[in-house]
C-alpha cells in the first residue's frame, strides 16, 4: 500500500507565504514523478506544478514565478514553496506521484489539504 500524506495547509493573507509537505511511504521501486495538483472552489482541476526524476519541473502559468517546487527523494518528499499568494490560490491541493512498483507504473493521490488565501 502507498500512502501520499500531505500537511502545511492553511489560512494566509494575500501576499504571503505557505509550504506545503507531501511524504510518499509503502512499497514502491522509483519515484518517476511527484508533484501537485489542485481543486479550486468552482471544482476546476489543474496542474500545479511536477517534478520528474529526469530533473524536468513544469509550472502552470497562474502560480510561475511564485510557486516553487522542490523534492527531498532520499526522505521521499515533495514540497511546494508558495509566495506572494493570491485570493485565487484558494483551493484543496492535492499531492500525487508516479511509482514504479513491481515493473509497472502508477499513479497515487493524496487526499489533499485546504490552502484559504483570505485578509
Known amino acids: 500500500q502507498v500512502q501520499l500524506v500531505e500537511s502545511g495547509g492553511g489560512l494566509v493573507e494575500p501576499g504571503g507565504s505557505l509550504r506545503l509537505s507531501c511524504v510518499a511511504s509503502?512499497?514502491?521501486?522509483?519515484?518517476?514523478?511527484m508533484g501537485w495538483f489542485r481543486r479550486t472552489p468552482g471544482n476546476q482541476r489543474e496542474l500545479v506544478a511536477d517534478?520528474?526524476?529526469?530533473?524536468?519541473?513544469n509550472y502552470s502559468e497562474a502560480v510561475k514565478g511564485r510557486f516553487s517546487i522542490s523534492e527531498d527523494r532520499g526522505q521521499n518528499t515533495v514540497y511546494l514553496q508558495m509566495n506572494s499568494v493570491k485570493p485565487e490560490d484558494t483551493a484543496v491541493y492535492y499531492c500525487?506521484?508516479?511509482?514504479?512498483?513491481?515493473?509497472?507504473?502508477?499513479?497515487?493521490w493524496g487526499r489533499g489539504t485546504q490552502v484559504t488565501v483570505s485578509s
Open positions: 500525487y506521484s508516479n511509482l514504479r512498483q513491481k515493473g509497472r507504473n502508477y499513479n497515487h
Open positions: 509503502g512499497s514502491f521501486e522509483a519515484i518517476n514523478v
Open positions: 517534478s520528474a526524476s529526469d530533473g524536468q519541473i
